[in-house]
C-alpha cells in the first residue's frame, strides 16, 4: 500500500503551521515546539524514531516497533509459540478492553452532559 505523499506533506505542513502560530502567541513554549515536531512522522510517511520519555521503559502504555520486535523473539510472551503467551494476549485484550469501556463511557458523559447543556 503505498503513501500519499502529496497528503503527507500537506498535513505535516498544516501542523507544523499551527504549531509555529501557537508557538508565537505564547500558549506554546519552545521545548514543547520541539518535541511534538520531533514526534511527527517524516515527510516520507516514515514514523518518527523519538519516544516520549514518559512513555520509554518499563511503564510505556502502547509501542507497536516494540511489541513486533518482541513478537520475533521466542524468549518473549509476545511471541506466538512462547508458552505465556495466552497470558500475554490476554493481559493485553484486557487492557484495550479497559480502554474501549472508558471511553465509551467518556463519551457518553460528554453526550450526556452536551445534551443537558442544549436545553439550556
Known sequence: MGYDQA???RSLNAIQNELQYLASQGVLAPPQQQSILAQ???P???PAQYIDPRYAGE???FNPALIAQQAQDPNNPAHPQNPKHHEWAGKLAHKF???AVYGAGATFGADLVN???RKF
Do not use: K
Request: charged letters at 15%; zero cysteines.
Open 7 to 9: 497528503g503527507i506533506t
Open 40 to 42: 511527527l512522522p517524516r
Open 44 to 46: 516520507d510517511g516514515q
Open 59 to 61: 511503564n510505556q502504555l
Open 97 to 99: 478492553g479497559n480502554a
Open 115 to 117: 445534551d443537558v447543556m
